[in-house]
C-alpha cells in the first residue's frame, strides 16, 4: 500500500489565523481525500481532490473555508482558513491504492493534530 | 445512500479473552466493507476489508470479519486479545459505483491485565 505523510503532524494555532497541512504520497494516485476527526468523533469526509480539477465538497464544508490544492498525483494541501476553537480537530487526508491498483480501498495517513485557542 | 452502526461506543475485556466488535449496515447496493483500527495518537490503519468472494476475512494481527449478507452485519472479532490491541476501531462502508466512505462511530477496545 501507499506510504502516505502529513506535515505538520500537530500544531497550536490562534483564531482568526490560517493553517496549511500538506499532505505527500509515495506513489501516484487518482484520488485523495481530506477528512476531519473532532474530538472523540468518527471520520467526516470534507472533501475529493483530484489532480487538474476543482477539489468536490461535502454538505458543510465550503471552499472559503478549506480550500484545497492538488498539483500533482503525489501531493495535496489543505488549508484551514479563519480558524476558530471549533476547528480543533484531526485533519487526515487518504488515498486510493496507488493508479491501477483498482481495489477500492482508502489508505490513511498519521493525521495533523490541530488545536485552536 | 449507505449508513453504519457500531453498537458499542466501549468494550472492556481481559487480556487473552476472545471479543467481538458489532458493525452493521444498511445500504440500497451491494457494499464493500472495512475495519480499521487508530491507535492513540495515530493515523487509521487498514485491519481488513471485504470486496467480494470468501464472506470470512481474515486480516492482520489475528483478526477476522465475517459478512453476513441477510443479517448486513461485518462483526469483527479475535479468539485471544492482547493490551496491545488496546484501540478505537472503525468499521466503513462503501457503495459499489461510488468511492465515498461512510464510517461508523467507531468502538474504544480497551484490554485489561
Known amino acids: 500500500s501507499a506510504v502516505i505523510s502529513q506535515k505538520p503532524s500537530r500544531d497550536i494555532c490562534q483564531r482568526g489565523t490560517s493553517l496549511t497541512i500538506q499532505c505527500q504520497v509515495d506513489?501516484?494516485?487518482?484520488?485523495m481525500f481530506w477528512y476531519r476527526q473532532q474530538p472523540g468523533q468518527s471520520l467526516t469526509l470534507i472533501a475529493t481532490?483530484?489532480?487538474?480539477?476543482?477539489?468536490?465538497?461535502e454538505s458543510g464544508f465550503v471552499i472559503d473555508k478549506f480550500p484545497i490544492s492538488r498539483p500533482n498525483l503525489t501531493f495535496s494541501t489543505l488549508t484551514v482558513s479563519n480558524m476558530s476553537p471549533e476547528d480543533s480537530s484531526i485533519y487526515l487526508c487518504?488515498?486510493?491504492?496507488?493508479?491501477?491498483?483498482?481495489?477500492?480501498?482508502?489508505?490513511f495517513g498519521p493525521g495533523t493534530r490541530l488545536t485552536v485557542l | 445512500a449507505q449508513s453504519v452502526t457500531q453498537l458499542d461506543s466501549q468494550v472492556p475485556v481481559f487480556e487473552e479473552a476472545p471479543v467481538e466488535l458489532r458493525c452493521n449496515y444498511s445500504?440500497?447496493?451491494?457494499?464493500?466493507l472495512f475495519w480499521y483500527v487508530q491507535y492513540p495518537n495515530q493515523g487509521l490503519q487498514l485491519l481488513l476489508k471485504?470486496?467480494?468472494?470468501?464472506?470470512l476475512v481474515k486480516g492482520i494481527n489475528g483478526f477476522e470479519a465475517e459478512f453476513n449478507k441477510s443479517q448486513t452485519s461485518f462483526h469483527l472479532r479475535k479468539p485471544s486479545v492482547h493490551i496491545s490491541d488496546t484501540a478505537e476501531y472503525f468499521c466503513?462502508?462503501?457503495?459499489?459505483?461510488?468511492?465515498?466512505?461512510?464510517f461508523g462511530t467507531g468502538t474504544r477496545l480497551k484490554v485489561l491485565a
Open positions: 487518504s488515498v486510493e491504492e496507488p493508479l491501477g491498483g483498482g481495489t477500492d480501498t482508502q489508505y
Open positions: 506513489s501516484q494516485v487518482t484520488m
Open positions: 481532490a483530484n489532480q487538474g480539477s476543482e477539489a468536490t465538497y
Open positions: 445500504s440500497s447496493v451491494s457494499v464493500y
Open positions: 471485504y470486496l467480494s468472494g470468501s464472506t
Open positions: 466503513a462502508v462503501r457503495g459499489s459505483g461510488t468511492y465515498k466512505y461512510i
